[in-house]
């Protein structure tokens, strides 16, 4: 035993595991939000894969979910830099480990990847048109950048991950859930 009033209190005992049951995945609150699944933030989910319900889980991969309410992004077209301060200011964040089966994983890690690349292709069409000293192709190449970052969001990487719709201070609502899944996580939820 240490002298130090402040350390934690020591115990021959071994340290109780979380009520978890067979299935994996602590005690939490869940319920249904229409087709969206709200959370307790700091759930430990299933061993359930999320994106299409099967129990073969075999990674987790760590993701932040975001939030900002809908006016800000009216500030940032209003108003850009203000409106960029309010969006980091007034940005909600729930950090949670998300299980996924081989084929979901893959799908996530490609989704990630794409997201990356309409980055690269959007800032590529804006500055393309300065280096080739042709200021006046900027605005086709917003276009063209805009339009691929778009598609390619709305196409490849959204249907891949879980995103969320809203995040307060305890729960976040996520959208992209499997039917399956959520089930699983609701008849575990207390």
Known sequence: ??????APPESEEAPQEADVDAGGGG???AEQVG??????KTATFPKVCLKCGSKNVTSFQDHLF??????????????????????????KT???????CA?????WR?????????????????????????PQLVLIGFVVGFGVFIGLLLTKVNPAMLRARKIDDS?????????DAARVILKRSR
């Open 27 to 29: 005690r939490y609150h």
């Open 35 to 40: 087709a969206d699944l709200s959370i307790d």
């Open 94 to 100: 729930a950090k949670m480990v998300i299980p996924l």
């Open 171 to 179: 729960k976040v609502t996520i959208i992209g859930i499997h039917p």
């Open 66 to 91: 975001q939030y900002n309410p809908p006016y800000i992004f009216i500030l940032i077209v209003l108003c850009t830099l203000p409106g960029l301060i309010a969006m980091l200011i007034l940005r």
């Open 103 to 107: 084929d979901c994983d893959a799908r």
């Open 110 to 134: 490609s989704a990630k990847g794409l997201a990356m690349v309409a980055v690269v292709v959007l800032i590529g069409c804006l500055v393309v048109p300065y280096v080739m000293r042709e």
């Open 1 to 6: 035993m240490t002298d130090n009033p402040y």
